[in-house]
């Protein structure tokens, strides 16, 4: 019998000549654990939410891709878990419009307050409604949001929590609700820079919390249907785009 192996999204995908196809799903490289505790990133996060718009702007032509591929409509209800300063927010909340709703919730209040002041700037706070929480407990009903959106916030849980907040996501969507997902990704060519960077991350993890994951595996074993994967790169490190639908 002949058999080939080849690299798929990070599996290892035996194929044998005939009927059968068998998915080996242990072969993706391990991703970085997440050492900091919720306090240390909210504490950090506080510190930097002054300057983050400054420091977050290589990111922006990530988000802003991801909140296209999302699509989010009018009269829509969305949220955004890990909102930042508030950027994505508003955006969000222009596309709902006022017959729509946008929700968000992030640890840090340094982001919380910046992110309301950026939302009465816009003169959106009757369509936007911002929590100070943790993402992997959402206070919310279930199934009640069309849409959830995160932008470079999934990579800062660590491996075991990734699925209790897609657990949470999917909880409270609707019955066929999307979910966009912007993060540094594990798939692909990996080259020196994110070897560079892990290195950071485990060297300074109170400082780089973050680190590349394997984000549209992550949402298919959270039982998420994959409507679109882009790939995109930040500073040579890989960036995965995926949007999905329960
Ligand atoms: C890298 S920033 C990204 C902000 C924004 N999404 C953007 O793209 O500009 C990550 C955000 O996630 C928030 N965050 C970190 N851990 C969180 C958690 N456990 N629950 C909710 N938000 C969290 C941080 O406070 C921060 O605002």
């Known amino acids: 019998m002949i058999e080939f192996n080849q690299h798929l999204y990070g599996q290892d995908v035996r194929m044998v000549p005939g009927d059968v196809v068998r998915i080996m799903t242990t072969s993706p490289q391990e991703i970085s654990r997440v050492t ?6 909210r ?18 032509r990530h988000t802003h891709e991801g909140l296209q591929k999302l699509n989010v409509r009018d009269g829509e ?17 222009h596309s709902v419009g006022s017959s729509g709703a946008v929700y968000g919730i992030d640890i840090s209040s340094g982001m919380f307050y910046a992110a309301i002041e950026r939302v009465r700037r816009a003169g959106l706070q009757d369509s936007v409604g911002l ?11 279930t199934h009640i949001f069309d849409a959830v959106f995160m932008s470079f916030t999934l990579e800062l849980f660590d491996t075991p929590e990734i699925q209790v907040v897609l657990t949470e996501c999917r909880r409270v969507l609707v019955e066929g609700g999307r979910i966009g997902v912007v993060a540094m990704s594990k798939r692909g060519r ?12 485990r060297t ?43």
């Open 190 to 201: 990996q080259g020196i820079m994110v070897d560079l960077y892990e290195w950071a991350h």
């Open 43 to 60: 504490r950090s996060y506080d510190r930097m939410s002054t300057w983050y718009d400054f420091l977050a702007g290589s990111e922006r």
């Open 131 to 141: 929590i100070l929480g943790d993402g992997a407990h959402l206070p919310f009903k």
């Open 77 to 93: 209800t969305v949220l955004e878990v890990g909102f930042g300063t508030g950027e994505s927010i508003v955006s969000l909340a």
């Open 204 to 246: 300074f993890p109170q400082y780089v919390d973050c680190r590349p994951i394997y984000v549209r595996n992550a949402l298919e074993e959270g039982q998420f249907h994959i409507v679109d994967d882009t790939a995109m790169s930040m500073w040579g490190l890989p960036v995965e785009i995926v949007v999905a639908q329960t």
């Open 36 to 41: 900091r505790s919720k306090e240390e990133a």
